[in-house]
């Protein structure tokens, strides 16, 4: 009984701590926040992009000069003649105005755009995880606003009608398979007051090339998911993160699926998506027509955070009913040094009925917002 209580009291002097941390950094983002305008004036900053609604095409995939944070994301499962891997491989572009440390804004030190890059293997058969990150605030980066071509360091992103994977890792050509999904109305949507996205997506393309993994080549193929989102950061809001599902089913067809999270917890009313039928036809999804229930949780033992895992997915008016399960519990991509808060972002399997008939899949999650250390705090992400 005396474990019991000194535990509660351990649990609740944490919580009641964060608490009083929480009500001080917001403090202080509220008296910095003039100060931080006013030094954006003297440094003659450019206005960025507020992404309002317009019409979207296969521009769209283009880099834009004064757009916040915008990133090509490419998640997929392989084969090779003896293994089973999932990959993620991202490029983020971010300008430097969305970005402070305490008042300072970050284009203090650096004008234009950077890339980040972040990238993943997870050996299935060998149930290991192992991920990389870079960032042009240490190396040398390149954008192309012309075309799709994106570098940094070893890094390199291109589109000719198909995509082009390279990195030390990496060496992959992905064929799209499906036409491009334009997500919610037409492609934008205001996903929370003062965010605003385009989003589009390749929901099935296929993969051929190579991987190298703890050292040694493969020669893999499979098939992978594309997305690309053009965001605005407002200054202040409260949208912490996400939870997002992209799920590629045996019978050609996908679904998108995300559930945002704010200083209040999961909102399940900020539910939505689409389902992609064989034909490329979208079925929008909202926060009825979902329900998402986690049957499990983890906790890193690198960074303490507990995030989800394992979900129960049922989509009634499709008749659908999926368990999606991480092949491993530890893929956190832990990323402070190159994005301010760590996150979960896995390979996973996917099982179930689809109108009364057992089907099967493959799947990847992405978990973020679920990173509130001090440490992340203090790197002090205008957006957080």
């Known amino acids: 009984m005396k474990e019991v209580k000194k535990r ?30 006013k030094l954006l004036e003297v440094t003659k900053a450019k206005k960025l992009d507020e992404i309002k609604k317009k019409k979207i095409d296969n521009k769209i995939l283009l880099p834009g000069k004064n757009i916040p944070l915008e990133w090509w994301y490419f998640t997929g499962h392989l084969n090779s003649e003896n293994k089973k891997f999932g990959f993620e491989y991202c490029i983020f572009k971010m300008h430097p105005q969305i970005f402070r440390l305490g008042f300072i804004p970050l284009s203090f030190v650096r004008k234009k755009p950077f890339l980040v890059f972040h990238s993943s293997i997870t050996d299935k058969t060998g149930k290991k995880f192992s991920f990389h990150q870079d960032t042009g605030m240490i190396h040398k980066d390149k954008i192309n606003y012309k075309k799709l071509k994106l570098k ?23 064929t799209p398979k499906k036409e491009l999904i334009k997500h919610f109305d037409k492609g934008f949507k205001i996903m929370y007051p003062n965010y605003r996205t385009y989003y589009v997506t390749f929901p099935r393309a296929e993969v051929k090339g190579k991987i190298k993994n703890k050292n040694k080549n493969y020669d893999v193929d499979g098939f992978c998911w594309f997305d690309h989102q053009k965001s605005n950061v407002p200054e202040k809001g409260n949208l912490l993160g996400w939870d997002w599902f992209g799920i590629m089913l045996d019978d050609n067809t996908e679904i998108m699926l995300f559930m945002l999270r704010s200083r209040r917890g999961l909102e399940k009313y900020r539910v939505g998506g689409s389902y992609i039928n064989k034909k490329s036809d979208i079925i929008k999804l909202g926060p009825k027509d979902v329900n998402v229930n986690h049957t499990d949780i983890w906790k890193s033992p690198e960074t303490g955070i507990i995030y989800p895992s394992g979900w129960l997915l049922e989509i009634p008016k499709l008749k659908i009913k999926l368990k999606i399960v991480p092949v491993i519990k530890n893929q956190e991509i832990s990323s402070v040094l190159t994005t301010p808060k760590s996150y979960w972002e896995g390979a996973c399997d ?10 099967k899949g493959n799947s990847y999650v992405e978990l973020v917002g679920y990173d509130n250390r001090i440490i992340s705090e203090l790197i002090g992400k205008s957006m957080s």
């Open 8 to 37: 509660d009291l351990k649990i609740f002097r944490k919580s009641f701590l964060r608490k009083r941390l929480t009500y001080i950094f917001d403090f202080i983002r509220g008296m910095e926040s003039g100060v931080y305008d």
């Open 152 to 174: 940094l360091n070893d890094a390199e992103l291109d589109y000719d009608g198909k995509f082009h994977l390279k990195s030390e890792n990496f060496n992959l050509e992905v």
């Open 350 to 359: 996917v099982s179930g009925t689809k109108k009364g008939k057992k089907i």
